[in-house]
């Protein structure tokens, strides 16, 4: 992540707020013991100067690279010392970790805005738009799609679907007969998305988790199925895995669905056991290709691996919670969870390795080093990445008239951060990071580009399961 100009400041786009434990673990104790001593125990400068607001001198790239590099090799003149000698690399990569997480809090808690309402006007580059709320749920919304007449289709994670039409908001039907889910942790019904020939074949797909073997032990199923007279029917189940790789983790479950051009791609997380994103004998922390009807194509690249999981695509993977095709060029875009540090952005190719655990830009969620590399022959980088986190999740490229200046732009929420970022991309590099929406007070789980030209957002409440479903719509200067 280049910044563009020279880096006596603050960054001039505020991220987000990493995901896990800010403040505490062994980074923190990296910081006290190394640093504060000449920076401040409480971050208010001394010697060193304070590493919140004070300005940076001694170098002009990257800040991440930079800040690892006075860390290393010090600053003799200036009386710093070197830590070459003293702390690893990967404790140092966890120390400009630390040191970002800690400056993007400072950076937020002074520019905090006020709670959203339909009333309050947002600016973002060119364009001022509020936001129309269609729909309040004491439940937790996942995800939606469009229906080829303009309706919504919601998920809600405890298990139910509903259909919306915007031009009645606030009342939704919901669809009787869905699949029971297993709904803990990050589990339950997650994505809908609708066939691009459903108005020929009425076919509608859920992901969701199951648990017909325990209780407490769930996984990833796909299933497609039609709406008739507001209930689910004629289901068809296109992916459920044997009982011995179900788990009792909630944990990083991903679960993300596009299709095209009769095919379908989805996504596992590594279910809180990292190792196994490597190992083609499991599930977890890959992304799968079926045709629209479930079954596996004879060109996927791993024929040779155990049933179902022939329909590996890609491997490597965290927690991908975000796929998008982009419009010109059908590349395929994905979005995935880093651990503390190192959210992605990716484009999949086919058996491509994107690296997880092995290369990180992040830390341990407890703050200790997970790892010093952040890249490996043979193994795919980030087109993007967030440290510190946003917790990014859902992806969508706009496609739409109502702001035409973004079109073509690649949109993605953030959780933890509650924030939409616009990304602008040139072929296969992003090349800007704009915050589109911030403050906001809510999660922003899925953004769809919707087919009147706006944009369509589900906010969860970062204190309770309320939801909202909104549209952004633009409001003359």
């Known amino acids: 992540m280049k910044i563009s100009f020279l880096l006596i400041g603050l960054f001039s786009t505020a991220t987000a707020t990493a995901q896990f434990n800010i403040g505490r673990g062994a980074a923190n104790d990296l910081f006290q013991k190394n640093c504060a001593a000449c920076h401040g125990t409480a971050w208010e400068g001394g010697k060193g100067g304070s590493l919140l607001r004070d300005h940076w001198k001694y170098f002009s790239d990257n800040e991440e690279e930079g800040l690892a ?10 009386g710093m010392q070197p830590f070459a000698g003293t702390l690893s690399e990967a404790e140092i990569r966890s120390l400009v970790i630390f040191i970002e997480e800690r400056r993007q809090i400072d950076r937020q808690e002074r520019e905090k805005l ?3 309402n339909e009333n309050q006007v947002y600016q973002a580059g060119p364009y001022a738009f509020r936001l129309e709320i269609l729909m309040r749920s004491p439940n937790e919304m996942w995800s939606l799609a469009f229906l080829p007449d303009g309706k919504i289709l919601y998920t809600e994670k405890q298990g139910e679907l509903h259909l919306l039409d915007p031009a009645h908001p606030g009342t939704s039907l919901r669809i009787e007969g869905t699949p029971a889910v297993w709904n803990f942790g990050l589990g339950g019904l ?15 797909y859920l992901t969701y988790t199951e648990n017909p073997f325990a209780p407490d032990k769930g996984m990833i199923a796909v299933v497609r199925g039609k709406i008739r007279d507001g209930k689910w029917v004629e289901q068809q189940d296109l992916f459920h895995l044997p009982e011995k790789y179900f788990s009792t983790s909630g944990d990083h479950v991903g679960c993300a669905l596009v299709i095209k051009d009769g095919y379908l791609f989805f996504s596992i997380g590594d279910r809180g056991w990292k190792e196994s994103a490597q190992d083609l004998a499991s599930p977890n922390g890959k992304i799968f290709r079926l045709t629209d009807d479930g079954k596996i194509p004879k060109d996927n690249p791993f024929p040779k691996a155990d049933g179902l999981l022939a329909a590996i695509w890609s491997y490597g993977h965290r927690n991908p919670e975000g796929l998008a095709f982009e419009p010109e060029t059908g590349a395929l875009w994905e979005s995935e969870h880093g651990p503390r540090g190192g959210d992605e952005i990716n484009v999949i190719e086919e058996a491509k390795n994107y690296g997880w655990p092995v290369i990180s830009y992040g830390m341990n969620d407890n703050g200790t080093p997970l790892t010093y590399e952040t890249a490996r022959p043979g193994m795919e980088q980030p087109k993007h990445y967030w440290t510190p986190s946003i917790a990014v999740c859902a992806i969508d490229f706009y496609e739409g008239d109502k702001f035409p200046q973004w079109r073509g732009n690649l949109f993605a929420g953030g959780l933890k951060s509650e924030e939409l970022h616009r990304l602008t991309v040139k072929g296969q590099t992003v090349v800007a990071d704009e915050i589109v929406l911030k403050g906001a007070g809510w999660r922003v789980r899925d953004v769809v580009n919707g087919p009147d030209g706006t944009l369509y957002l589900i906010f969860n409440s970062p204190r309770s399961n309320e939801s909202r479903l909104v549209r952004l719509v633009p409001v003359d200067k």
Do not use: C, F, Q, T
């Open 190 to 204: 997650l994505n809908v998305v609708v066939h691009s020939d459903y108005a020929k074949n009425g076919w509608i």
């Open 114 to 116: 006020p709670p959203p």
């Open 69 to 78: 590099r006075i860390i290393r090799e010090g600053v003799p003149k200036m």
